[in-house]
T-cell receptor, first 114, second 109 residues
C-alpha cells in the first residue's frame, strides 16, 4: 500500500469553528509532514514529525495544532482560522527524515474559511 | 535566505514539441527532487538526484544535476497531453527542503 489518505476532501468552516484534518499512511514511514498550498504556489512546509515527535514547526500560528497519535496517523487541529488560511492542505510521508527522500503526498483537504 | 529559483513560470508548447524547466539554487544542495502536480491534483514524486553531474532518464524525461550541485533541469522530449501539469523542483539544503515556484506546462490546442 503506497497511499496516503486524507479526510475530509473538502472543508468549509467559519472563523469560530474548530475542526480537524486527518492523514493516514500504512507504508511504515517514520516521517510525516503537513504542507499548505495556495493556488499557483509550491507547497509550503508547516510541520514535520519524525518518529512521532514534532521536529519542525515553521513558525506556524498557534491556531494550527498538529498531533501525531501514532506512526500511521497525523492530525491537524484548526481553531479560529482566518479567511487567508483558505488553501489546499497536503499531508505527506517519507521513510525517514534524516535527509529528505521521496515524499508521498495525500490528495489534500481543500479548506475554505468564511 | 536560501532560495531555489525555477524558470520559466509557464511554457506553452505544441504537442510533440520539447519542454525544459530549470532550477538554480543559491546554495549547494545535498540532493534535488522533482515532482509533478496535475491540475487539481497533488504533487507526485518523479525522481531524486544526489550525485554531482548526475543524469537520469525516465522514458521521455531527462533529469540533470549540475556539477556544483546548485542547478538542475528537467527536459521532456515530444510532449504529450498527459504531460500537462506543474513541475516542481525541491532542493535539500541543511535539512530544509526548498521548493522552486514551479513551471506549468501547457499544451496549445
Amino acid at each position: 500500500d503506497t497511499e496516503v489518505t486524507q479526510t475530509p476532501k473538502h472543508l468549509v468552516m467559519g472563523m469560530t469553528n474548530k475542526k480537524s484534518l486527518k492523514c493516514e499512511q500504512h507504508m511504515g514511514h517514520r516521517a510525516m509532514y503537513w504542507y499548505k498550498q495556495k493556488a499557483k504556489k509550491p507547497p509550503e512546509l508547516m510541520f514535520v514529525y519524525s518518529y512521532e515527535k514534532l521536529s519542525i514547526n515553521e513558525s506556524v500560528p498557534s491556531r494550527f495544532s498538529p498531533e501525531c497519535p501514532n506512526s500511521s496517523l497525523l492530525n491537524l487541529h484548526l481553531h479560529a482560522l482566518q479567511p487567508e488560511d483558505s488553501a489546499l492542505y497536503l499531508c505527506a510521508s517519507s521513510q525517514f527524515w534524516t535527509r529528505y527522500g521521496e515524499q508521498f503526498f495525500g490528495p489534500g483537504t481543500r479548506l475554505t474559511v468564511l | 535566505g536560501q532560495q531555489v529559483m525555477q524558470i520559466p513560470q509557464y511554457q506553452h508548447v505544441q504537442e510533440g514539441e520539447d519542454f525544459t524547466t530549470y532550477c538554480n539554487s543559491s546554495t549547494t544542495l545535498s540532493n534535488i527532487q522533482w515532482y509533478k502536480q496535475r491540475p487539481g491534483g497533488h504533487p507526485v514524486f518523479l525522481i531524486q538526484l544526489v550525485k554531482s553531474g548526475e543524469v537520469k532518464k525516465q522514458k521521455r524525461l531527462t533529469f540533470q544535476f549540475g556539477e556544483a550541485k546548485k542547478n538542475s533541469s528537467l527536459h521532456i522530449t515530444a510532449t504529450q497531453t498527459t504531460d500537462v501539469g506543474t513541475y516542481f523542483c525541491a532542493g535539500d539544503s541543511n535539512y530544509q527542503l526548498i521548493w522552486g515556484a514551479g513551471t506549468k506546462l501547457i499544451i496549445k490546442p
